[in-house]
């Protein structure tokens, strides 16, 4: 089945910066990246996904990109802000069509 | 529309007890699923549901882990008994589309056996 590495587990910006979190997977055939953020007491909620059939996906301040040559795919976050603190947790879906998360990341926007 | 509702939201029950968590999907998603995320490591997948028929159960842990789903809507997961290593987050999530975007997610149980 699918596996799924994500780094880096925690990561603390200044507000404006960037931030990127990056995740690789095992299965070639896996054909759907999607991306969700967990604030304290909810679940964690889709914020951006993206298909194998293309490399980049950008919603405003938030980016995605794909490289399934090196099975390896990322989120940007770019001027980020308070509200941006939160768990991110990257996924893949593999042949199976079985959904298979990371271990997730704290990210920290400092004020 | 109402989200996937889960409850109860938090359980601390004693090692050898028995707690049955509760999940309800979106209405008319066939698709239910379970996870659980023990604390600092992945989200990992339980099981699915398609309707009432367990699609992929190979996440279950162990056979004190049951998932039912009576007449394809809510869903209970039960731990009978619960061991000391079963705490973690349980969360349920839903799609109506297998291959669609990805799970709407409800808000966790939180499971404490002490």
């Known amino acids: 089945g699918e596996n799924v590495e994500q780094h880096p587990s925690t990561l603390s910006v200044q507000e404006g910066d960037s931030a990127v979190i990056k995740c690789t997977y095992s299965?070639?055939?896996?054909?759907?990246f999607p991306w969700y953020k967990q604030e304290l007491g909810k679940g964690p909620q889709l914020i951006i996904d993206i298909r194998s059939n293309v490399g980049e996906k950008k919603d405003q301040r938030i980016a995605v990109t794909l490289n399934k040559t090196a099975k390896h795919f990322s989120l940007h976050i770019t001027e980020t802000q308070p509200e941006d603190s939160a768990v991110y947790f990257c996924?893949?879906?593999?042949?199976?069509?079985?959904?298979?998360f990371g271990a997730g990341t704290r990210l920290t926007v400092k004020p | 529309e109402a989200g996937v509702t889960q409850f109860p939201s938090h359980s601390v029950i004693e090692k050898g007890q028995t707690v049955t968590l509760r999940c309800d999907p979106i209405?008319?998603?066939?698709?239910l699923y379970w996870y659980r995320r023990v604390m600092g490591k992945e989200i990992k997948f339980l099981l699915h549901?398609?309707?009432?028929?367990?699609?992929?159960e190979s996440g279950m842990p162990n056979n004190r882990f049951l998932a039912e789903r009576t007449g394809g809507t809510y869903s209970t997961l039960k731990v009978q008994p619960a061991e000391l290593e079963d705490s973690g987050v349980y969360f349920c999530?839903?799609?109506?589309?297998?291959?669609?975007?990805?799970?709407?997610f409800g808000s966790g149980t939180r499971l404490t056996v002490v």
């Open positions: 209405s008319g998603h066939d698709n």
């Open positions: 996924a893949a879906r593999g042949s199976r069509d079985d959904m298979r």
């Open positions: 299965d070639s055939a896996s054909n759907y």
């Open positions: 999530a839903s799609s109506q589309s297998r291959n669609g975007r990805g799970y709407t």
């Open positions: 549901f398609v309707k009432e028929s367990k699609q992929d």
